[in-house]
């Protein structure tokens, strides 16, 4: 496996960790806190770093429809990151709304989904 695939490889378990500590901790308090917002933060910013070297390492097209699946929870998780941010700042340690709390759990899953696709994919291999 080329070095650039397997550090995006190894970045994404990172993101993972990070997606769930903080998905985890929100759905749990129905808060999102210093920590939900620092996890989730550095999860995507890991994963928009995992998801380039693996574009920039592979050989197939970027379009595929793992692809296209993981442009897409990955854009889930923008979202969800995003909201977090827009509800800490205007509301702080307050809880969050039914469909914001649905809304981290929904695009949390369909992540872990095209992660898992992803890792049965390089089993495959």
């Not at 390492?57 to 977090?84: R, V």
């Amino acid at each position: 496996m080329k070095p650039i695939l397997m550090a995006g490889v190894g970045i994404v378990n990172v993101a993972l960790i990070c997606y769930s500590v903080g998905v985890i901790s929100e759905q749990r308090s129905h808060i999102v806190s210093k920590k939900v917002i620092s996890f989730l933060t550095v999860g995507v910013i890991l994963d928009i770093i995992a998801t380039a070297c693996m574009i920039i390492g592979s050989t197939s097209s970027p379009f595929s429809p793992h692809g296209i699946l993981g442009y897409s929870s990955l854009t889930a998780m923008i979202i969800e990151t995003a909201l977090a941010w827009r509800h800490r700042l205007q509301h702080g340690d307050a809880k969050v709304s039914t469909g914001l709390h649905r809304y981290s759990l929904i695009a949390y899953l369909w992540w872990v989904g095209a992660y898992i696709t992803g890792a049965i994919l390089v089993g495959m291999r």
